[in-house]
């Protein structure tokens, strides 16, 4: 059985909904629209995609350590209340 995890799942999926844009100088801009405030820019595309993917991971701790509402992506929803297993259980 496959292990997954949650933040890495939520991050993947949602950079599969980034939109990137190609600027008047040559440089790029990217953002996802449901991650309201997560816009990057970078030199190549490659360094945006880099940059946008960084600032989304940082995006997500400091929502989920400041108790911010954080949209649902797929069918991960990161606002639920985590669920504690007794420690006999592990």
């Keep these: 059985m496959a292990v997954r995890y949650i933040l890495t799942d939520y991050v993947s999926q949602a950079l599969a909904q980034a939109v990137y844009d190609k600027l ?3 440089t790029f801009a990217g953002r996802i629209p449901l ?7 970078g030199i190549t595309l490659q ?4 940059e946008l993917r960084s600032t989304l ?3 997500i701790l400091v929502g989920l350590k400041l108790g911010h509402s954080l949209p649902v992506i797929g069918d991960i929803n990161l606002n639920k209340e985590p669920q504690r ?3 006999e259980a592990v």
């Design 57 to 59: 991971e940082d995006w």
């Design 24 to 26: 008047e100088d040559g």
């Design 35 to 41: 991650c309201v405030g997560v816009v990057v820019f």
């Design 47 to 50: 360094q945006c995609e880099a």
């Design 85 to 87: 297993e007794p420690v």
